[in-house]
């Protein structure tokens, strides 16, 4: 994406953030750096000037009978006139499509089943958050013993990409997920590109990408969180531990640091969007353990 229309994006998200909203800046800089591992969109669309709104479209692959997915972004302010609107542009450019929302935008939801959408059911994602005023019971979580945890350096990326790629690679979420593992699942998409665009997107905070570090000197977890000091608010997103040193509390320990690290640097509430289905339990449980609530769910309403 050109430089202007990110800045364009981030500014629209950032000037109405609220916990309840579906993206936060870091969301937008994570997406447009494709560390999360979706294609560049097929289409993508923008309304107002300044931006009030915008949407990322992938079309089904070819033989694919499924519909259209999108991510679509809206200012809680938009009229209900522009919402209806908004979803007739995106209706008119794929008649079939599945779109994620909060189901708190309760004017975004109204639009969408006046045009027939309906929830979809399957796996959704819910929005935990927990204010920084009090930091005490983070107390609870200690670096466990023989690791410690700092900022990546810029002279670690090989050591940085290939942390996450161990955590996020596609057999192991498939373990998490309870799912057969057959041995010819592909690697972790993950790579030095990708991190280098995330670090070049103008939220990026060298002191909130931690790593928690073995008595070997591997890495053995990682998290990142984005920082958007307008609103005093902190995302997690992602964060790993190497199957290799999970469950002993690494999550928690570097996840308390970010919180810390963050409270420092001006933020007053944290958020964080795992899956809140019980189909894939372990991210909810871990932020959970840190005194994150939900505040939100954002579920996908889809043409059927
Ligand atoms: C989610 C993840 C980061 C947890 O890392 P971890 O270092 O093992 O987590 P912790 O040891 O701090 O444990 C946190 C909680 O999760 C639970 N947990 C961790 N792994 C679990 C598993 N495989 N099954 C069940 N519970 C598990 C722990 O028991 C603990 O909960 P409790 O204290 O209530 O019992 C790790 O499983 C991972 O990297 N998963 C793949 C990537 C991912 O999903 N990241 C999170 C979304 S951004």
Redesign the pocket.
């Known amino acids: 994406m050109e430089i202007a229309d990110l800045a364009a994006r981030l500014a629209c998200v950032r000037r109405t953030w609220t916990p309840r909203q579906r993206l936060h800046v870091g969301n937008v800089a994570w997406a447009d750096a494709h560390g999360d591992g979706t294609p560049v969109p097929d289409i993508t669309l923008a309304w107002g000037d300044p931006l009030t709104g915008f949407a990322d479209i992938w079309k089904p692959s070819g033989t694919d009978d499924q519909p259209a997915t999108a991510s679509l972004h809206l200012t809680p302010q938009t009229t209900s006139t522009r919402l209806a609107a908004a979803v007739d542009d995106l209706l008119q450019l794929t008649p079939r499509i599945t779109v994620d929302v909060s189901r708190q935008h309760t004017d975004l939801v109204n639009a969408l089943t006046a045009r027939g959408l309906r929830e979809s059911g399957g796996p959704w994602f819910a929005q935990l958050w927990r204010g920084l005023t009090d930091l005490s019971d983070l107390a609870a979580?200690p670096v466990p013993d023989g690791y410690s945890i700092r900022p990546v350096r810029p002279d670690e990326l090989t050591a940085r990409v290939g942390i996450h790629r161990r955590?996020?690679a596609p057999a192991?979420?498939r373990t998490?997920l309870s799912l057969p593992v057959t041995g010819a699942e592909p690697g972790s998409s993950y790579s030095t590109d990708k991190h280098h665009a995330v670090t070049n997107t103008p939220v990026y905070r060298g002191e909130l990408d931690l790593v928690a570090v073995a008595a070997d000197g591997s890495f053995a977890?990682f998290g990142l969180g984005w920082l958007d000091v307008t609103s005093g608010s902190v995302l997690?997103?992602?964060?790993?531990?190497?199957?290799a040193?999970?469950?002993?509390?690494?999550?928690?320990?570097?996840c308390a640091a970010i919180l810390r690290t963050a409270r420092d640097l001006g933020a007053t509430q944290a958020v964080?969007g795992?899956r809140g289905d019980p189909g894939?339990?372990?991210?909810r449980?871990?932020y959970?353990?840190l005194g994150m609530r939900e505040v939100a769910q954002f579920v996908p309403f889809s043409t059927g």
């Not at 040193?245 to 570097?254: I, N, S, T, Y």
Request: hydrophobic share 35%; glycine share 8%.
């Open positions: 979580h955590c996020w192991r979420i998490l977890a997690f997103e992602p964060v790993g531990t190497d199957p040193h999970e469950r002993r509390g690494l999550a928690r320990a570097l964080v795992p894939y339990p372990v991210p449980r871990l959970e353990g």
